[in-house]
């Protein structure tokens, strides 16, 4: 942005710009019973839009959270009931009143969940004679 003046006096404010500073991804652990989690972050932003959405994807599913101002300089969410299939994902947060405030963050999804299956060691066996009156043993 180029900013002339060409007479008087005046300055020119940048602080109306948006700065995306960072958005965060922290994924939960698989669960086993659904073998799905969820992520959550927050984004930080300095002087956010008034006007227009925030959109936040996850592009390992989940519905896009759209979110209207005011906005605050840090902007939690979470992404609930996705997949745990260790797909590599991204997050993308972008503001539709200025389309250059925009920050995208990578994390892994956690892998299938590992189901533990009872094992029996070891089993023993005394079994009596057979009692034909009630087909039992003793």
């Not at 005011?70 to 997949?83: G, V």
């Not at 503001?95 to 029996?120: I, K, Q």
Request: negative net charge.
């Amino acid at each position: 942005i180029i900013a002339t003046q060409t007479g008087g006096g005046g300055a020119t404010n940048c602080a109306i710009l948006c700065t995306f500073n960072g958005i965060t991804a922290n994924p939960t652990a698989c669960v086993q019973a659904t073998q799905q989690y969820s992520v959550s972050g927050t984004i930080t932003v300095t002087d956010p839009p008034s006007t227009g959405t925030l959109t936040i994807t996850n592009s390992c599913g989940g519905a896009p959270i759209v979110m209207n101002p005011p906005f605050a300089s840090s902007i939690p969410y979470t992404f609930s009931n996705l997949s745990a299939n260790g797909s590599s994902c991204n997050i993308i947060a972008t503001f539709s009143a200025d389309a250059t405030c925009t920050g995208t963050v990578n994390y892994n999804a956690p892998g299938p969940c590992v189901v533990n299956l009872c094992n029996m060691d070891y089993l023993q066996a005394d079994i009596g004679a057979c009692d034909f009156a009630n087909n039992a043993f003793d």
